[in-house]
Nanobody, 114 residues
Framework: VQLQASGGGLVQAGGSLRLICEAS????????MGWHRQAPGKQREWVAS???????EYADSVKGRFTISRDNAKNTVYLQMNSLKPEDTAVYYC?????????WGQGTLVTVSS
């Protein structure tokens, strides 16, 4: 499975961005798809996901500001990010789970200036 993430960029605090993750295989074939992020000097952390078992979930740090959605016809998952904060600055990665295997995209950089 290949994942292509895009949509990152530089935005001022309070602004919005929409990240896009295009998968080479059907989103129906995945058990879960989601977004994670890694800030400089920190470990990668989960942000939001769809899963067959748990539905839609968000990390507490983004709840109410970020929205995950998908277009199954386009094998694409989106992350709408509103009310961005400087602490949201990170490389954002999309993931695709199938069985016990997780595939990663290459990441897209989001920088939020104060």
């Amino acid at each position: 499975v290949q994942l292509q993430a895009s949509g990152g960029g530089l935005v001022q605090a309070g602004g919005s961005l929409r990240l896009i993750c295009e998968a080479s295989e059907s989103t129906f074939s995945s058990t879960a798809m989601g977004w994670h992020r890694q800030a400089p000097g920190k470990q990668r952390e989960w942000v939001a996901s769809y899963s067959r078992s748990s539905g839609i979930e968000y990390a507490d740090s983004v709840k109410g500001r970020f929205t995950i959605s998908r277009d199954n016809a386009k094998n694409t998952v989106y992350l709408q990010m509103n009310s961005l904060k400087p602490e949201d600055t990170a490389v954002y990665y999309c993931s695709y789970n199938r069985g016990f295997r997780r595939y990663w995209g290459q990441g897209t950089l989001v920088t939020v200036s104060s």
